[in-house]
Antibody
Framework: QVQLVQSGAEVKKPGASVKVSCKAS????????IHWVRQAPGQGLEWMGW????????YFAQRFQGRVSMTTDTSISAAYMELGGLRSDDTAVYYC??????????WGQGSLVTVSS | DIQLTQSPSFLSASVGDRVTITCRAS??????FAWYQQKPGRAPNLLIY???TLRSGVPSRFRGSGSGAEFTLTISSLQPEDFATYYC?????????FGGGTKVEIK
């Protein structure tokens, strides 16, 4: 069965970077884009961008450009999202999700990133 | 960017009620539209895609309708497990955007 398993919670200081991993199983990893979506405490869903595991191409929401990078390691079917220049308002649960071309059909369990001095 | 306006943002209902949630897009998104359910502490779960296609395994009491710029999610008879927050999403263009959410609570 399809699964996306993410890395654990992180606590970071303002200005630091965080790297969240998302390990896929149960399907051909290179066949589907991986998107990243975040959710601040008590708030809605915010789309961050995608990566094409087959080519490594990426596309980011404008507000994250220059601060985010997305990579994959196809040898272990893993995707990574790194966000730099962390601020307190980056405190959120970060999700990876598989794009089956009609929305996001499978999601990771979420990784809480807390930014605090 | 395409804005999605969901209404209501909060809904109080009883088991067995018929519930309707609306999502309005700021421009025509054809049928590139999905609905998700999210329970506290859990990731969103896809319910409906292509505006009206029920994902396999989702109960038939969930129904999506609409196209263009106005969409509706209807739950025909609310069950205890349906109390959650519902989000709409457009995938017609980038950036992908979500509605603000509708929290369905027990009356």
């Amino acid at each position: 069965q399809v699964q996306l398993v993410q890395s654990g919670a992180e606590v970071k200081k303002p200005g630091a970077s965080v790297k969240v991993s998302c390990k896929a199983s149960g399907y051909r990893f290179t066949a589907y884009y991986i998107h990243w979506v975040r959710q601040a405490p008590g708030q809605g869903l915010e789309w961050m961008g995608w990566i094409n595991p087959n080519s490594g191409d990426t596309y980011f929401a404008q507000r994250f450009q220059g601060r985010v990078s997305m990579t994959t390691d196809t040898s272990i079917s893993a995707a990574y999202m790194e966000l730099g220049g962390l601020r307190s308002d980056d405190t959120a649960v970060y999700y990876c999700a598989r794009d089956f071309r009609d929305g996001f059909d499978y999601w990771g369990q979420g990784s809480l990133v807390t930014v605090s001095s | 960017d395409i804005q999605l306006t969901q209404s209501p943002s909060f809904l109080s209902a009883s088991v067995g009620d018929r519930v309707t949630i609306t999502c309005r897009a700021s421009q025509d998104i054809r049928s590139y539209f999905a609905w998700y359910q999210q329970k506290p502490g859990r990731a969103p779960n896809l319910l409906i895609y292509s505006a009206s296609t029920l994902r396999s395994g989702v109960p038939s009491r969930f129904r999506g309708s609409g196209s263009g710029a106005e969409f509706t999610l209807t739950i025909s008879s609310l069950q205890p497990e349906d109390f959650a927050t519902y989000y709409c999403q457009q995938y017609n263009s980038y950036p992908r955007t979500f509605g603000g959410g509708t929290k369905v609570e027990i009356k």
